[in-house]
């Protein structure tokens, strides 16, 4: 069992563990070579080549043995070919910028996973933490409503009490044990989730102190108007940045595709070395060396150009659909943070006075059933609401900090800023 950890070191391990940012980092990486293999398209391509072959050739003239000869050749040969392609209506231009966009758009979406990650490990911490205090508060609970069975079972042995009390309250000691087996439950549920969040295996077990629950809350220095905060989503999320690049990268296929029936221009260069050794009559060797611009002129293809031209604007088309419903999707997203914060923050208000009420409540109920002027029906209500209080506490104080860091994820800026 590990512990006791922070909510730092958790999103650390997740970030650093967690398979999704594993793959978006290889994606950003394999989509960079890319980039490298379209800038390769503006320097010359030069190949070599070399080979030997050995061979025999046998010639019999009847009669006239002067011409007759049985020899054993060898031919080598070596050549060096240059191709440097130096203008061809912007179809590598257009190409590199594909693949630039293309580059732009996987680290962003690099940057969008981390900030998933983190708001996934972020959530499985708090909620561990509330699993944790929902247990502790669960023992108190049993802890006093045993207190209330044996006062009552004192009073009924006492022929102070009744039978029916003794057996309400025992029926509601009962009823607190099996909440408390549940809260315990959850909690190991709780530990499995963050585990996996973190990169590890469900059954790593892990201890939190509550003092993150007690601690002061975080600043909400970044809230301003909803309107300010989706206008800067708008420029900022990562989602956003992803989609728009890949608009672009779409628009550079278009140009590419067109470029495609253009001419192109490219130096050519050869060198050239043929040596045939047992030659008959004579050995012999060749040297041949050329230089020369060729030019290209694509003529038809099938109209399969004019095809990869339409598909190629109907893919512009598609990623400007996206651009409008993922700024759509992030606009609505920052609204229904913005609301669940301002929710939750009044929530908090109103959990910590109830608390503070059921607490007094209880204390005044359980001293007037010791003093014998309160019954144990107004004894276990103010027990029973002073559990659900409690429950009700920690969630809200889980559910505000989510909410914050909902909100900062869906600004497209979250990061390790919002839990220092």
Not at 237 to 251: E, G, M, S, T
Request: aromatic letters at 6%; proline letters at 2%; one cysteine or more.
């Amino acid at each position: 069992m590990e512990g006791p950890i922070g909510l730092l070191e958790v999103v650390e391990r997740a970030l650093c563990n967690n398979p999704q940012t594993r793959q978006a980092w290889a994606n950003a990486k394999a989509q960079a070579a890319q980039v490298g293999i379209e800038e390769s398209a503006y320097l010359p391509s030069i190949n070599a080549a070399y080979s030997i072959n050995k061979g025999s050739a046998s010639t019999q003239v009847m009669n006239l043995p002067q011409l007759s000869y049985d020899v054993r050749t060898t031919t080598r040969d070596s050549s060096t070919n240059l191709t440097w392609t130096l203008f061809d209506f912007g179809l590598r231009a257009a190409t590199l910028e594909n693949a630039r966009q293309l580059l732009s758009a996987a680290n962003a979406t690099q940057n969008a996973t981390l900030q998933k990650v983190f708001l996934s490990a972020a959530q499985a911490y708090y909620d561990l933490l509330s699993a944790q205090a929902a247990l502790d508060a669960s023992k108190e609970a049993e802890r006093a409503a045993r207190e209330s069975f044996m006062a009552a079972d004192a009073k009924y042995k006492a022929g102070a009490g009744t039978l029916a009390d003794k057996l309400q309250a025992q029926t509601n000691y009962a009823q607190v044990i099996s909440n408390r087996v549940k809260a315990d439950g959850d909690l190991k549920n709780a530990q499995g989730t963050l585990a996996v969040a973190m990169g590890l295996k469900a059954n790593t077990l892990f201890l939190l102190s509550l003092d993150g629950m007690n601690s002061p809350l975080p600043d909400t220095a970044f809230v301003q108007s909803v309107d300010a905060l989706i206008e800067e989503a708008t420029r900022r999320h990562p989602n956003l940045i992803a989609v728009r690049a890949q608009l672009k990268a779409a628009q550079a296929s278009v140009d590419a595709a067109k470029a495609e029936g253009l001419p192109s221009i490219a130096l050519t260069g050869a060198l050239d070395r043929n040596d045939q050794l047992g030659q008959y009559p004579r050995d012999t060797f060749t040297h041949n060396r050329s230089i020369g611009v060729q030019v290209k002129i694509p003529l038809f293809d099938g109209f399969g150009r004019s095809y990869r031209i339409q598909a190629a604007q109907a893919q512009v088309e598609s990623r400007a659909a996206d651009v409008a419903n993922t700024e759509q999707q992030v606009s609505l997203d920052v609204w229904k943070s913005y609301q669940a914060l301002q929710t939750e923050t009044e929530n908090l208000k109103a959990t910590d006075e109830l608390l503070q009420s059921a607490d007094q409540s209880f204390k005044v109920a359980q001293g007037r059933y010791k003093a014998g002027v309160g019954n144990i029906l107004e004894l276990l209500n103010a027990q029973s609401a002073l559990a659900s209080a409690k429950q009700q506490r920690i969630q809200a104080l889980s559910n505000w900090r989510t909410a914050r860091l909902s909100l900062a994820a869906s600004l497209g800026q979250l990061g390790l800023w919002a839990i220092r």
